[in-house]
């Protein structure tokens, strides 16, 4: 558990600089008000690179098919800063889609591995402390991207980002080697069941209502950070210091609640409360 908290903390802090600079670089090139169409063009780029897992997953394995698409999603970030630097501003729309879709893939891979080797009473015991560590990562991040924007400039923070997602493999290769690798059911053997999981999820009311709860706090979500963007431009106008902003914002406000609540809050509401409390929780909190 301590290894594969640790590969989420070197992720997200990794995440902290892809996520400031694809925003700041998009409204660079393109201006806040054309966010709405590059984030119409993130569900599609979800579901495919999540095919493309799926296939790795039948093919290689839960434990080499991580590590695959974790150097592989740094390799693309590389590759990102090399057409950044070279004028292309249509990159900045592609780092902007790519970066919550590998976030998306990698730490739900992180989730899957926990979920295969813990009972439900360990999750609940483990749930704050991973979350909490991760987040350690999110704080480090966001304080680097405050300290280096100026210095070294927007896009070279890519390569950081890329750098992170090389000790993040060495630790979930380590996870794995400590727990084992869970192995499929016979059912599950060579993607039997589909490689995106559509199938399970149409076949299930309950995940269905989850879906439903996602989408619907996604659109608030949205909504607001869209606002919080057009601000942010107004207020802002000059690339590297909104870089920097982003990445105290996101990585040393947000981040520091974040862990306060993950090491303080969750373990408590997971021992006191039933998960129906807490889903309903998250509406009613987006509402107040």
Not at 233 to 246: G, H, L, N, V
Request: hydrophobic share 50%; aromatic share 10%; proline share 5%.
């Amino acid at each position: 558990m301590i290894a594969i908290a640790g590969a989420a903390s070197f992720l997200l802090c990794g995440y902290e600089f892809i996520r400031a600079v694809s925003t700041s670089l998009f409204i660079d090139a393109y201006g806040s008000s054309n966010l709405p169409w590059v984030m119409a063009a993130v569900p599609p780029g979800i579901y495919s690179i999540i095919y493309i897992y799926g296939r790795f997953l039948s093919w290689m394995g839960a434990r080499r098919a991580l590590t695959a698409t974790s150097l592989l999603s740094a390799a693309l970030m590389a590759a990102g800063y090399l057409l950044l630097v070279q004028g292309v501003p249509v990159a900045s729309a592609v780092v902007y889609v790519f970066r919550e879709a590998y976030i998306v893939l990698i730490i739900e891979q992180y989730w899957s591995f926990v979920n295969s080797i813990l009972t439900s009473g360990q999750a609940r015991q483990v749930n704050g402390p991973f979350c909490g560590i991760a987040s350690l990562g999110s704080i480090a991040g966001g304080t680097l991207v405050a300290k280096l924007a100026g210095p070294l400039g927007s896009e070279a923070l890519l390569l950081c980002a890329a750098a992170s997602l090389v000790p993040a493999a060495i630790c979930s290769s380590m996870a794995y080697r400590l727990a084992g690798e869970p192995q499929p059911s016979e059912s599950e053997m060579a993607g039997r069941l589909g490689h995106t999981g559509a199938g399970i999820l149409l076949r299930s009311r309950y995940l269905l209502f989850i879906l439903s709860l996602i989408l619907i706090t996604q659109v608030v979500s949205t909504v607001l950070d869209l606002r919080f963007n057009g601000l942010v431009e107004a207020s802002i106008p000059e690339k590297d210091p909104r870089t920097a902003f982003y990445g105290s914002f996101y990585g040393q406000w947000l981040g520091i609640s974040a862990a306060i609540l993950q090491f303080v809050g969750v373990p408590i509401l997971m021992r006191i409360l039933p998960f129906r409390l807490i889903h309903l929780g998250i509406p009613v909190i987006h509402l107040i």
